[in-house]
């Protein structure tokens, strides 16, 4: 076999998971977008846009995107530094911090479903010091803004140790040589994070944010766990569109949609976050 034939093989398994579970269904997805029985059209876009949720779910989606993940990232960067600079119980505080990782999208969405219902924690212990005097309907229809807190709160409290992980990676690539050389020349610890840091962990910051923004564009089981149809978003009219209304055209449109705002997102971060020429770690 000759050597230069090697590395296309080793890419090979990668290449066909791609094309089985990537491009075949993007393909199967845009035709049912631009199609109908009469050929080529662009009625599914047509009647997405003009259905009165889309603006809603459409704002929805950003907004809690917009929300969800500079918080996580703030708390990540906090938690990466704590377990970087420890020296003793690294590993049992890293392993406290990522066991929200091990809970599935709904599951975290029931567990702050069990805190904010009518029954739950939250409304236990208001009534038991008196604050109210009977228990309040947190996620109803009334009360959006708590829904839509909820689920920031559940998603924070869910997927920050993802970020956390990736980080704490990067972070050990950082060579000690370079706070050394910082601390010599007089800069404190938060110069020293803004200065070399931050810099250095481009890399990592890029894969963590393409990841839990993508994520959070497909936020869909903690939504439905906590406010149900109540607070609208993109993946949730996906499902909706496909399963409720039995129509998958304009379902497929819908995930058109939420690729084309995932693929944006991945650029502007590999365009703002990318790699100066000749820059390592």
Do not use: C
């Not at 559940?154 to 970020?163: D, G, K, L, Q, S």
Request: proline residues 5%; aromatic residues 12%.
């Amino acid at each position: 076999m000759p050597q230069r034939a090697l590395p296309y093989l080793l890419l090979l398994p990668a290449t066909l998971f791609l094309l089985v579970f990537f491009l075949y269904p993007f393909l199967q997805i845009a035709i049912l977008a631009f199609s109908s029985p009469e050929g080529f059209t662009l009625k599914p876009f047509q009647t997405m846009t003009t259905h009165w949720k889309f603006g809603t779910t459409l704002w929805n989606t950003i907004l809690l995107t917009a929300i969800i993940v500079p918080i996580q990232l703030v708390m990540a960067l906090a938690m990466a530094t704590i377990v970087t600079k420890l020296k003793t119980g690294r590993n049992a505080i890293l392993y406290i911090f990522t066991i929200p990782l091990g809970l599935s999208d709904l599951a975290a969405g029931i567990i702050w479903l069990a805190i904010f219902e009518q029954s739950g924690f939250l409304n236990s212990v208001l009534v038991g010091l008196g604050i109210v005097e009977r228990p309040v309907l947190f996620l109803g229809y009334q009360n959006l803004w708590v829904i839509f807190v909820a689920v920031i709160l559940a998603e924070v409290w869910r997927a920050t140790a993802i970020v956390m992980v990736i980080l704490v990676s990067g972070m050990g690539l950082i060579p000690k040589e370079y706070y050394e050389a910082a601390e010599v020349f007089g800069a404190g610890p938060w110069k020293r994070f803004l200065k070399v840091t931050l810099p250095m962990l481009r890399p990592s910051l890029q894969t963590a944010l393409i990841l839990r923004t993508i994520a959070a564009f497909e936020v869909f089981a903690v939504v439905v766990a906590l406010g149900g149809t109540t607070l609208p978003v993109l993946m949730g009219e996906t499902f909706n569109w496909q399963f409720a209304l039995n129509d998958r055209n304009v379902a497929a449109a819908y995930a058109l949609v939420i690729l084309a705002i995932s693929i944006a997102s991945t650029l502007f971060f590999l365009r703002v976050l990318r790699t100066p020429k000749g820059a390592t770690i």
